[in-house]
């Protein structure tokens, strides 16, 4: 091997040039590479690139790309999450997983949300099809496709409490419904332990999951971003004086709202 390869500046430096698919392959090279090169390959994670969105579909599936199951995912974030300093996320699984308290994924400086009411692993389409043939075999006064009955899951902290209206079930089934009121607290909860955050972005697909009903919450999460520069809020109105007194850091702002 080169010695000019073993200088680790140099090898950082070609390394900002390369793709994840190139980078996973030199951090297997030897230990050194490895140890040099994994801030880097963890530096930016983008779910919608590269392997991650087919490790994400078949989640925790009969068809996972061997070991790339609920535990791979939940041990790596939880090994490497402390690395990565750019987060895009379009998965819902992926709020899951990065939320968690075995999460290390606490040192973010960029995270941004893209269509999270879009995507499904290939485990939540299989439960919601079990779920859908139970209640539809049930007495009509149990849930159907268009019942309007909306269902609220747990409560995850009690910054959300009374906080959050669930949104009427239409063509989603009530674990569904369940499963999304939790995806946004989580999301928001990811949000409170990156306290490094510097640029934000909230996607108004939340606002497919459940509603805002009170953006208390929101005004005292986004209060503890004492480093963020830049804000992007398509979910929920909220009062540009108001951020401005929370955020005298805070440079660009733009929303889907008018005010």
């Known amino acids: 091997m080169s010695n000019t390869l073993i200088i680790p500046e140099i090898l950082r430096a070609v390394a900002s040039h390369l793709d994840p698919p190139d980078l996973l392959a030199c951090i297997q090279v030897c230990r050194l590479w490895h140890k040099i090169l994994l801030l880097t390959l963890w530096h930016t994670i983008d779910d919608r690139k590269y392997a991650w969105p087919t490790i994400l579909s078949l989640y925790d599936s009969e068809d996972s790309l061997g070991e790339q199951d609920e535990s791979w995912l939940r041990y790596i974030f939880s090994k490497h999450g402390h690395l990565v300093r750019h987060l895009t996320i379009t998965w819902k699984i992926l709020i899951d997983i990065t939320s968690d308290s075995d999460s290390s994924c606490n040192n973010v400086q960029v995270l941004s949300t893209y269509d999270v009411s879009d995507n499904i692993t290939e485990e939540e389409e299989r439960e919601e099809r079990w779920h859908s043939n139970?209640?539809?075999?049930?007495?009509?006064?149990?849930?159907?496709?268009?019942?309007?009955?909306?269902?609220?899951?747990?409560?995850?902290?009690?910054?959300?409490?009374?906080?959050?209206?669930?949104?009427?079930?239409?063509?989603?089934?009530?674990?569904?419904?369940?499963?999304?009121w939790e995806?946004?607290?989580?999301?928001?909860?990811?949000?409170?332990?990156?306290?490094?955050?510097?640029?934000?972005?909230?996607?108004?697909?939340?606002?497919?999951?459940?509603t805002i009903k009170d953006p208390q919450f929101v005004y005292e999460i986004l209060g503890s971003l004492l480093q963020l520069c830049e804000l992007e809020n398509n979910v929920v109105a909220l009062d540009r004086q108001r951020l401005l007194d929370l955020l005298p850091g805070l440079q660009t702002y733009q929303t889907a709202f008018s005010e």
């Open 134 to 180: 139970q209640t539809m075999g049930q007495a009509a006064t149990k849930y159907r496709p268009g019942n309007p009955t909306a269902q609220t899951g747990r409560i995850l902290s009690p910054l959300f409490e009374g906080m959050l209206t669930p949104l009427k079930a239409n063509d989603r089934t009530p674990n569904q419904q369940r499963r999304d």
């Open 183 to 210: 995806t946004v607290q989580r999301f928001w909860m990811l949000i409170q332990r990156n306290s490094s955050l510097r640029s934000l972005r909230l996607d108004g697909g939340f606002n497919r999951l459940c």
